[in-house]
């Protein structure tokens, strides 16, 4: 369905939730932005970088707002269902961070919204819209790689980023909240292929000692119903002042008639400043050396955002402008990996192979 004009609502106006409403404010097609968060500073704080029409605290006058037609829920992890399930209730479209929630019970209650009130929802897995991996989708659509066999991939970064995360969602993980990027790109890679099996290991000592149930590092693999095995690793533990400022990865495909390889690490995109330079995630977080690119979300220069979520929200907000169809997670898929990430976790917890379902 095309429409020439969108009312667009943010919930939650943090770091995500503001890239969401600038990006919104700024695109040619919405007329009308109204954000809501639990924190009256914080709406206050956006309202003044994007003139908002509507600010709020109270999310569901926000999105039941006749004038707004799409939702954006930026809510933290563990604060995603209610939102989400009021906009599907009321008519609107909906666009949730990753991941879709953290419990398979809250992920069944907003997939049984989304399908009996037929409004359409999508998950911000942003690591496919970054150009490298959106690429690699289109050599395997096009059959460059032949059978997919293996994948293999490992995300690092620093533990004053987990530290963040966990701020704000003391129960989100690494594989929760970090390796489901790489969970989601391995299924949207062997699309169509169910993972059957997990196995995985971690090691808890820093975040242990800080009273969280963290792993420091993990390593897993996941066994596909044609046979194909995906190493997948993660560890946010690297020290604090270490030049990441999100995500430093690699992700390898390896095919029978041809392979992928892709180094993400971004150790070639290097800033030094004697005079320090800020974090984008972490407050009051300056560092002289930082690998430009590894901000997993979207980066502001030259007066506008560059990076994975600006051309993701640009392109949801373009896509129900037009109805043209769009590469966004689907919230089956996002079901599947969160039950990927859950069984990662016990899996490691155990040390026994945990068995997907069907
Ligand atoms: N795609 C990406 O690159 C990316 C990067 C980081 C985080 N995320 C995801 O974005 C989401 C938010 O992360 P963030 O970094 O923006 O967190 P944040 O802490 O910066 O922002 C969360 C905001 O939500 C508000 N809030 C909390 N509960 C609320 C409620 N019930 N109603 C309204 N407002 C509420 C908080 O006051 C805060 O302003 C998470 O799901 C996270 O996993 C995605």
Redesign the pocket.
């Known amino acids: 369905m095309a429409r020439e004009k969108l009312g667009v609502a943010v ?9 969401r409403a600038s990006l919104s404010s700024t695109h040619p097609g919405v007329d009308f932005l109204a954000i ?4 009256q500073k ?2 206050d704080v956006l309202a003044q970088r994007t003139g908002a029409d509507l600010v709020t ?1 109270d ?1 569901l006058a926000a999105i039941t707002d006749d004038r707004v037609d799409a939702v954006f829920v ?4 563990h ?2 269902r ?2 989400i399930v009021q906009a599907l209730e009321a008519g609107k479209a909906v666009f ?4 879709i929630a953290l419990t398979l019970e809250d992920a069944d209650i907003i997939i049984e919204a989304a399908e009996r009130s037929g409004s359409e929802l999508r998950v ?4 496919r819209h970054d150009r490298r991996w959106m690429m690699t989708k289109e050599q395997i659509l096009q059959g460059r790689l032949g059978e997919i066999l293996g994948m293999q991939s490992r995300v690092y970064n620093t533990r004053a980023q987990l530290m ?2 966990l ?3 003391p129960d ?1 993980t690494p594989v929760t ?1 970090v390796l489901t ?1 790489y969970v989601d790109m391995a299924c949207w890679f062997l699309e169509g292929v169910r993972p059957i099996e997990v196995v995985a290991r971690s090691k808890y000592k820093i975040f242990k000692e800080l009273g969280y149930n963290a792993a420091d590092v993990t390593w897993a693999i996941i066994t596909f119903e044609n046979g194909a095995v995906v190493n997948l690793g993660v560890s946010y533990a690297l020290p604090a002042t270490y030049p990441t400022i ?1 995500q430093s990865s690699r992700f390898e495909i390896i095919g029978d008639e041809g392979v992928v390889l892709l180094d993400a690490d971004n150790k070639d995109s290097l800033l030094f400043t004697d005079r320090g330079a800020p974090h984008t ?1 972490v407050p009051d977080h300056n560092i002289n050396m930082m690998f430009m690119q590894t ?4 980066d502001f220069a030259v007066g506008d955002y560059w990076g ?2 600006a051309s ?1 929200t640009r392109s949801w907000l373009d896509h129900l402008m037009t109805g043209r169809p769009s590469p966004h997670t689907t919230p089956r898929e996002a079901r599947r990996t969160l039950a990927v990430t859950l069984a990662i976790e016990e899996a490691a917890a155990t040390g026994l192979s945990v068995t997907l379902e069907g």
């Open positions: 919930i939650g106006c943090g770091r995500i939730g503001g890239l809501s968060d639990r924190e914080q709406a605290t999310n930026s809510t933290p992890e604060d995603h209610d939102s949730v961070e990753k991941p911000g897995y942003s690591r963040q995360i701020a704000r969602s989100a909240d990027y999100g995630y901000t997993s979300a979207a994975a979520v993701e």
